[in-house]
């Protein structure tokens, strides 16, 4: 008999993906061609039997051997095989019995060998043929897309993935052109391609191809080249993985490197990259795993740290930090960071506290070695890599310090300059304030020298009034004195004089200091004084001068005033205060001159020096109280003078 065909997964019907899928189709032929099998048997069982016909009819038992195989089934080939082996002895037997020897027996015989030879071949491509199903159901769960063309192109294979993929279901996809149904663009032109293929066997490359819904898939495709026992090219089997995601995200780490590598270069604040791979293993391999223990390390070894700065490698620096150290294109970049810091540098040992600690990112300001030696300052960011990535690069962002280090050295002497200037300033009111407070006793000293003077010249001398005008001097020059000393006392910081004070006599002894003042002035003074004033506690030389400053000031305001000039100074009990009030009947204060009438240098008459009110405010708070105005223009001011009442339990 002839040996069956060789069969080919990629070309026999019977491996197509319907035959795999349709399990219930299977189990009904197999019993269609068991049954046709049994009645072919039974029929050459009769016709060997009752028939005189001299030939091998039993061989026709191979036929229902070859039936029953269509079934795939080993245990329907091997029962075909003995029935007929046995239908055949069985009519041997009763046609010729045991005993008869001849031509008969040879053809039994040789019938016989045919049903045995039949079965085993059988047996065989059915083993072979199990072994293409198993091949051919692997390209069917594939992941990968996978079908087989002819070497014209034509598909005769389509697996289940492609099916999916692609939209194009098998019954559609099976004959068709494989490049004009999926629209094959190719890296290089189809030609070279399928010379390479043929040459070598297969082919491997990165192509385009497009499913039924129009969408552009980006492959890894596989190409190998089928041949048969005769080496006949028989097929082209092609696996096509899809890598339109894996090139996508390739291409957007491409975009993302171009934009780190363009901020890299282009940023115009020096960047570092940085590798600590070493000195993390450093750190390991002493123990020192956490902050503290890195602590106490560099405490009892203070060298361990300019032997990390050493560890810390960098391996790429942008132009900007270039720049920064003085060098050019041509200026080999820094090995380590010892060499940007130098000895002398103080800030690595925080850097190194942070990266211990697992810190995300240390900051700090310090001072980088610039190529020519010079140091320059700098402010420095440094982002670590957290210890589950495995990371050891590190990035350090510094920015320039040397601009904003002058611009604070600029600072610092602008503001010595204008503490110079203030000093200058307040000296100068200073001088003021004196000047204003000893004129007043100085003026009154002339005034009595003057006075004396005259009453010597007269014929007889009045000595009586000479010994008044001298007594008076001698007063006033003592009230300078003592003013005087009161700012020498204040400038050192002494504490100032607190004395219970009567203030019916503080007011009295003004009114005598400022009654040759007002007299020239022609000015009328009224006191109008609550008997029995409780006492305060103050300096009697400073309210002295507070009252015969409010006092002067109201006589100089009714200067060359028409009509009655009339002061009055009253004094009351208040809230827990006495009040003094000095009220003038002069041309009173405008509404715009109300708030900065206490500033110093202040002042509304071409002669003043704009102190006198400044010192008298700054004075009554010094006393723990306070002085206000009122004043309303065309009707006089009003100054109040509040001063808090001495408690009988303060202590002198």
Known sequence: MPAPPRMDPYRSPSLSRGSVRAPGRECMNRM????????????????????TLEGAVAVLYVVAVLLVAGTHRRGDIIVAAVSGAVLTLAAYVDTHGLEHVGSQTVRAFVSLAAIGIAALLALRNQSAVRTLVAQATLLDVSHDMIFVRDIGGTITFWNSTAESVYGWSPDEALGRKADELLGTCYPDRREAIEAELLATGRWE??????????????????????????????????????????????????????????????????????DWSAVRA?????????????AAHIAEHPGFISQACRLACIEDVNPAFATMLGGDESTPAPASVHDVLGDADRTFAGALLAFARGDAFHEGETEIVRVDGSRAPVLFTITFPLPEDGDATVLVFVLDNTERRRAQDALLLAQTELAHASRVSTLGELTASIAHEVNQPLMTVVTYGEAGLRWLRRDPPDLGEVETAITRIVSEGRRAGEIVQRIRAFLGKAPARSEALDVTV??????????????RGMVELQLELEPHLPEV????????????????????????????????????????????AVADTGPGILPEHMERLFDPFFTTRPQGMGMGLAICRTIAEAHGGRLVVDSEPGRGATFTLSLSIASTDMPA
């Open 506 to 519: 503080v007011i009295e002894d003004a009114a005598r200091l400022v009654q040759h003042e007002l007299a």
């Open 537 to 580: 506690r103050g300096d009697r030389v400073q309210l002295q001068q507070v009252l015969v400053n409010l006092m002067v000031n109201a006589s100089q305001a009714m200067t060359g005033q028409p009509g009655r000039r009339h002061l009055a100074v009253r004094a009351c009990v208040g809230d827990d205060c006495i009040d003094i």
């Open 205 to 274: 490359g990165v192509l385009e191809q497009v499913t039924r819904h129009g969408n552009t898939l980006v492959l890894d495709s596989r190409w190998v080249l089928q041949r048969d026992h005769h080496g006949r090219i028989v097929g082209v089997l092609e696996t096509h993985t899809d890598v339109t995601e894996r090139k996508a995200a390739y291409a957007a780490l491409v975009r993302s490197e171009r934009r780190y590598r363009r901020m890299f270069d282009e940023s115009r604040i020096g960047v570092l990259q940085q």
């Open 32 to 51: 269609v061609l068991r049954a046709a099998a049994a009645l072919l048997m039974l029929a050459i069982f009769l016709l060997d039997t009752l028939t």
């Open 282 to 294: 450093e750190l390991d391999a002493r123990g020192l795993h956490d902050a503290e223990a890195l």
